[in-house]
């Protein structure tokens, strides 16, 4: 071979390399962008819904706004197999995530719990299912459903009138795409920890079951909200169960009348006919009339022990109540109520 010819191929050869090198660093650069460069641009929450495919989760990202290129993003997805292994569910994103991690989130399903708050007071199933709603995927209404289905709360130990019972307010830490009936479940579990043996001694005690203590505690929690007293208005309450004695509870009247704006207890509000009318029936009503809260179930657990058969809102609207243990002592109470109730013209 000629010197010339060798020249030509020595030529040849170096540009090949040449090529073979550009390529392989295009590869390498295309790579690095694809998977391992930062492209989540801000700290965010993905909710991608239970059958969502791929254009689900790049509609959960754009709304989001958070990646700096969705092209590398796609790229990534494809490569990884992503694209045909989308999982729902709530998921955290970090500013500075690469493809790489964000993909290794998505596609393993490793969700961010989030917290449901059941604070006290809820009243109703209906009011119960949109608070439980606001933080997972399930509706309202099929939550409601859930609730009043007496075949699955007779599974749980419970009916639609006693299942409030079953519910202890708290923070609650769940997955997003928990199922109604799970969801349920975990209430359950959470109230069966809550009813620990001292808890049940305590009820067996004031001759309660935890479902009746629950119930009474309903009703202290609609009395007062003030809890330096919640057990002087248990006590109460026991010493007319035991003596077998109607409650006479003015919140029962005005959940079974559905107004919970009644200021003034008036005698046809004591005539309505109604399993909750504590005026008619004695003994405890179907179930609960609220969630109570802790501190409510807990007066009632630790009841004051004393000789009161009544009690009457303190003529000064403080909330607090004065106590009696005389019917004639109680109507002197409830007079003075009365005349304070005229003054300031609350006449329902």
């Given at each position: 071979?000629s010197?010339?010819?060798?020249r030509?191929?020595l030529l040849?050869?170096?540009?090949?390399?040449l090529?073979c090198?550009g390529?392989?660093?295009?590869g390498?650069i295309r790579?690095?962008?694809t998977?391992y460069?930062?492209?989540?641009?801000s700290d965010?929450?993905?909710h991608?819904p239970?059958g969502?495919g791929?254009d689900?989760v790049?509609d959960?990202?754009?709304?989001?706004?958070?990646?700096?290129?969705?092209?590398?993003?796609?790229r990534?997805?494809?490569?990884?197999n992503y694209?045909?292994?989308?999982?729902?569910g709530?998921?955290?994103?970090a500013?500075g995530?690469?493809?790489?991690?964000?993909?290794?989130?998505?596609k393993?399903?490793t969700?961010?719990?989030v917290?449901i708050?059941?604070?006290?007071?809820?009243?109703d199933?209906?009011?119960?299912a949109?608070i439980?709603a606001r933080?997972?995927?399930?509706d309202s209404?099929?939550l409601?459903?859930?609730?009043?289905d007496?075949?699955?709360?007779?599974?749980?130990?419970?009916?639609p009138?006693?299942i409030?019972?079953m519910?202890?307010?708290n923070?609650y830490?769940?997955?997003?795409?928990?199922?109604?009936?799970?969801?349920?479940q975990r209430?359950?579990?959470?109230?069966?920890?809550?009813?620990?043996?001292?808890?049940?001694r305590?009820?067996?005690?004031a001759?309660?079951?935890?479902?009746e203590v629950?119930?009474?505690?309903?009703?202290v929690?609609?009395?007062?909200?003030?809890?330096d007293?919640m057990?002087r208005?248990?006590?109460v309450?026991i010493n007319?169960?035991?003596?077998?004695?109607?409650?006479?509870?003015?919140p029962?009247l005005?959940?079974?009348?559905?107004?919970f704006?009644?200021k003034?207890v008036l005698?046809?509000h004591?005539?309505?006919?109604?399993?909750?009318?504590t005026?008619?029936?004695?003994?405890?009503?179907?179930?609960?009339i609220?969630i109570?809260?802790?501190?409510?179930i807990?007066a009632v657990l630790?009841?004051?022990?004393?000789n009161y058969?009544?009690?009457?809102a303190k003529?000064?609207?403080s909330?607090?109540?004065?106590f009696?243990?005389t019917?004639a002592?109680?109507n002197?109470?409830?007079?003075?109520?009365?005349q304070?109730?005229?003054?300031?013209r609350?006449?329902r």
């Amino acid at each position: 071979m000629s010197y010339k010819a060798k020249r030509y191929l020595l030529l040849i050869i170096l540009l090949v390399s040449l090529l073979c090198i550009g390529y392989i660093a295009e590869g390498v650069i295309r790579i690095y962008t694809t998977f391992y460069t930062r492209n989540v641009t801000s700290d965010a929450a993905l909710h991608i819904p239970t059958g969502a495919g791929f254009d689900g989760v790049l509609d959960s990202l754009r709304s989001a706004r958070v990646l700096q290129n969705e092209n590398t993003f796609v790229r990534a997805a494809q490569d990884e197999n992503y694209v045909q292994k989308v999982r729902p569910g709530r998921y955290k994103i970090a500013a500075g995530m690469t493809n790489k991690q964000l993909i290794r989130k998505l596609k393993t399903g490793t969700q961010d719990a989030v917290n449901i708050v059941i604070a006290g007071h809820i009243r109703d199933n209906g009011k119960l299912a949109a608070i439980l709603a606001r933080s997972i995927e399930i509706d309202s209404a099929t939550l409601y459903h859930v609730l009043s289905d007496t075949l699955l709360i007779r599974r749980l130990g419970y009916t639609p009138a006693t299942i409030p019972a079953m519910i202890i307010p708290n923070t609650y830490q769940v997955y997003w795409t928990i199922s109604a009936e799970q969801l349920l479940q975990r209430l359950q579990k959470e109230s069966q920890a809550f009813w620990n043996d001292t808890r049940l001694r305590q009820a067996a005690a004031a001759g309660l079951t935890r479902d009746e203590v629950t119930t009474l505690a309903s009703i202290v929690n609609e009395e007062t909200n003030k809890i330096d007293e919640m057990a002087r208005v248990a006590g109460v309450y026991i010493n007319r169960l035991h003596r077998r004695m109607p409650l006479q509870a003015d919140p029962t009247l005005k959940y079974a009348c559905r107004d919970f704006a009644i200021k003034r207890v008036l005698d046809r509000h004591k005539a309505i006919e109604s399993p909750y009318n504590t005026y008619k029936y004695a003994g405890l009503p179907p179930g609960p009339i609220c969630i109570p809260s802790i501190a409510a179930i807990d007066a009632v657990l630790r009841y004051e022990h004393h000789n009161y058969l009544y009690f009457c809102a303190k003529d000064d609207f403080s909330g607090y109540h004065l106590f009696a243990a005389t019917l004639a002592q109680h109507n002197r109470n409830a007079e003075q109520y009365r005349q304070a109730l005229n003054r300031e013209r609350v006449f329902r």
